[in-house]
């Protein structure tokens, strides 16, 4: 598997600041066969980890988004259920961003299926945060260095990763399971930084209007 060669950088940072968060009540998460439903009645049927990660990548590039997600995921044809399943997704993943990060989860495939399909759903989801990134207009390719570009860039290794040589091994289990954390981690570093990035260009705009 490609993971194999994969080096795992840490975010030593990021779990000493928030160790201790106390559980707090989150907004209620549609579960990964909800949101299989709903979508398989769309016109397109996106895979519901690839729209969980498409959301979550708009939500890192911005939050305030009014990006038409949502006719982009089910094709301008969904049923009221599906709007309010979907609108669920979105809310609840951007309160988790915000506010309850270490409760923030990857809509994933349950831990019963295939590890193959599991594999596949994870590079799915990889692929839609990269474009919900691109949709919220951030910069994924050629950036500066930094860790926030290392974090993308190890997602864009991730998105392609070949799913179809994982077997059903303690071994590939156990990678699937530090790659689905890493992946985690990652995103809640993108955010982080991205929110850091917003608030430095917002005192920099309001320190230049004050000359």
């Known amino acids: 598997m490609v993971h194999r060669a994969f080096y795992l950088r840490p975010f030593s940072l990021i779990l000493s600041i928030y160790a201790g968060i106390p559980n707090m009540k989150q907004q209620s998460m549609p579960t990964y066969r909800e949101l299989n439903q709903a979508l398989s009645k769309t016109t397109l049927k996106f895979h519901p980890s690839q729209v969980h990660g498409l959301i979550c990548g708009i939500l890192c590039g911005n939050p305030k988004s009014s990006a038409a997600w949502e006719e982009l995921v089910t094709g301008g044809e969904d049923s009221a259920k599906t709007h309010t399943i979907l609108q669920g997704l979105f809310d609840a993943s951007g309160k988790q961003l915000d506010e309850f990060l270490f409760e923030f ?107």
Not at 139 to 161: H, S
Not at 173 to 185: G, K, N, T
Request: aromatic share 6%; charged share 30%; with cysteine.
């Open 105 to 211: 989860q990857l809509v994933l495939p349950p831990d019963a299926d295939d590890l193959p399909a599991r594999a596949e759903a994870l590079t799915l989801w990889c692929q839609g945060f990269l474009t919900g990134l691109k949709l919220a207009q951030v910069q994924i390719i050629d950036r500066e260095p930094g860790e926030m570009t290392e974090a993308i860039n190890d997602l864009i290794e991730i998105a392609k990763m070949n799913y179809e040589e994982v077997v059903a091994s303690e071994e590939d289990e156990a990678a699937y399971i530090e790659l689905v954390e890493y992946v985690r981690m990652a995103v809640i570093l993108i955010y982080q930084d991205m929110r850091e990035e917003d608030v430095k260009a917002k005192t920099t705009s309001s320190s230049n209007h004050l000359h």
